[in-house]
């Protein structure tokens, strides 16, 4: 089992810069691939960032490619986002995924086993 909390989120102006991190827990977190997906209102979940249970690869949505940078620590168990040059189209609440260890599919919601609750993210201009 695990359990991912999220944090970081915030209201931040067009440009800006947020952090969002991922806390886990469970024995096996450095096993799992980790995702970022987000859901804005009225929208269906989308994919965000996924990177390897190594860290050595990494996988964006082409909508956040060259702003958002995805990153982990499996000593400290925390998969982070960096999320830079903030759009108003980023606004959306953002939920951190574990799924699987092999490096396949990453975009897509249905091969992550466990979610977290999500955090708000809110770009105004």
């Known amino acids: 089992q695990v359990q991912l909390a999220e944090s970081g989120g915030g209201l931040v102006q067009v440009g800006g810069s947020l952090r969002l991190s991922c806390a886990a827990s469970g024995r096996t977190f450095s096993s799992f691939v980790m995702g970022w997906f987000r859901q804005a209102p009225g929208k269906e979940l989308e994919f965000v960032a996924a990177?390897?249970?190594?860290?050595?690869?990494?996988y964006y949505a082409d909508a956040v490619k060259g702003r958002f940078t995805i990153s982990r620590d499996n000593a400290k168990n925390t998969v982070d986002l960096r999320m830079n040059s903030l759009k108003a189209e980023d606004t959306a609440i953002y939920y951190c995924a574990a799924g699987g260890s092999r490096w396949y599919d990453v975009q897509s919601s249905s091969r992550y086993e466990y979610w977290g609750q999500g955090t708000q993210v809110t770009v105004s201009s």
């Open positions: 990177i390897s249970w190594t860290g050595g690869n990494t």
